[in-house]
């Protein structure tokens, strides 16, 4: 769903920002990625397991060179579609070393992961597509970071509405074990209890 979801807005949202940014010689999808890039971020704040966004990444790939949209540039599109993911993966892999973690994640993490989806993703486009020399692809970086950056503390906000809808145990991230055994000093009161109770019977 955040895949389609990520595709559905970007062909929305993006000629909408190419007609501000167009006169200004700025690349529309370096602003507008902001938007459809937290979509990449969201799904993980969700989900909260290792490979989500880089899952979500191959599915927008796959769903454009099937469909054509964006133009066709074949093979290159799946390699600008998984760095945003990879990006993603890194570095919710070294804030997040335990593999079962379970914590909703934090909104320095949304907006570093939102500055990563997005400026990984505008340069991999501006090199691979346009070939663009060192200069303007910084410019294109630093411009992509902030609108990510902006996207991934929006990705953090609906997450966290999300989370008003989690079970009690699940919303603070505490795994539930039920193969847990009884507290020991818990069980043996009762039985101290219970035998107490035994012989006060008449017999």
């Known amino acids: 769903m955040m895949a389609a979801l990520g595709i559905a807005v970007k062909q929305v949202i ?3 920002v190419q007609v501000v940014t167009g006169p200004l010689f700025i690349p529309g999808g370096t602003v507008a990625g902001g938007i459809y890039m937290l979509f990449i971020v969201l799904g993980f704040a969700i989900v909260r397991k290792r490979f989500t966004a880089l899952l ?4 927008q790939a796959v769903i454009v060179m ?17 760095l945003p993911g990879v990006g993603v993966e890194l570095l919710f892999f070294f804030t997040r070393l335990k593999a079962t973690s379970s914590k909703p994640l934090s909104a320095g993490e949304c907006f570093a992961g939102g500055i990563l989806a997005n400026g990984i993703g505008a340069v991999a486009s501006s090199f691979v597509f346009f070939n663009l020399p060192l200069v303007p692809l910084l410019l294109v970086f630093f411009t992509a970071a902030l609108s990510g950056g902006l996207g991934g503390l929006l990705a953090f906000a609906l997450a966290k509405q999300v989370d008003r809808f989690r079970p009690a145990g ?9 193969d847990k055994e009884p507290d020991e000093a ?3 009161g009762k039985a101290a209890a219970d035998d107490s109770g035994t012989d006060d019977l008449p017999r």
């Open 14 to 16: 993006q000629p909408l």
């Open 56 to 59: 979500i990444c191959a599915v």
């Open 66 to 82: 099937a469909t054509g949209l964006f133009g066709t540039h074949g093979a290159a599109s799946l390699v600008t579609y998984m």
């Open 170 to 178: 699940e919303e603070d991230g505490e795994d539930i074990d039920i």
């Open 186 to 188: 818990g069980t043996e």
